[in-house]
């Protein structure tokens, strides 16, 4: 599952570009702000949504994943409404396609030089919570060096920096500076949740 914003004016314009062959993107999923939902690509259909980039060090994310476009300019906070629908939507598709929440990914994590979308005010944490993604819980081994516990979560081999970033984006947003503790043991304990749910 790659969750991604649309950065433009309002859930009709994403749905027209989203729609027009000419654009050569789609997702399966769009919801809007207020909640409602559209699909556009069937679930075991490829939908053209992640572009260039990997995870879990396998490129053509868009023929094994699902994308779920949410109405969004990107510097927004996302409203409860779309947030309500997400959630059952995400509940829905990884019971169906027997993804582990690890598997809930932002377009940022898996293409960190080009996107960084859906955005530090996208509430990461509110997904773990009910299961539908993964969040660092108190107390991971800061000893373990970032890269590795980053190449274990699925990070792509792009620079050291880049990486950061994307993960910072993600997981602690807002955080500025060289890669410190917190950075290690926050990434040490999801690589060791990640490993639990493989």
């Known amino acids: 599952m790659v969750l991604h914003y649309t950065q433009m004016a309002n859930a009709h314009a994403a749905l027209e570009r989203l729609c027009a062959p000419e654009a050569q993107v789609s997702a399966h999923y769009l919801i809007g702000a207020d909640g409602t939902v559209w699909q556009l690509v069937e679930e075991a259909a490829r939908a053209w949504h992640a572009g260039a980039g990997e995870w879990g060090g396998q490129g053509d994310v868009n023929s094994r994943s699902i994308g ?22 995400l509940a829905a598709v990884l019971h169906r396609w027997a993804i582990p929440p690890a598997g809930v990914i932002a377009h940022s994590d898996m293409a960190p030089a080009r996107k960084a979308d859906p955005g530090p005010r996208f509430d990461w944490r509110r997904l773990a919570l009910m299961g539908l993604s993964v969040w660092p819980r108190p107390g991971g081994n800061a000893a373990i060096p970032l890269d590795r516990s980053l190449d274990r979560l699925g990070y792509p081999p792009v620079s050291a920096d880049l990486r950061l970033k994307a993960f910072r984006l993600r997981f602690r947003p807002g955080t500025a500076g060289p890669e410190n503790a917190d950075d290690r043991a926050a990434a040490a304990d999801l690589a060791a949740q990640v490993r639990g749910q493989g």
């Open 68 to 89: 779920i476009e949410l109405d969004n300019d990107g510097a927004s906070p996302f409203p409860a409404a779309q947030m309500l629908v997400l959630e059952r939507l």
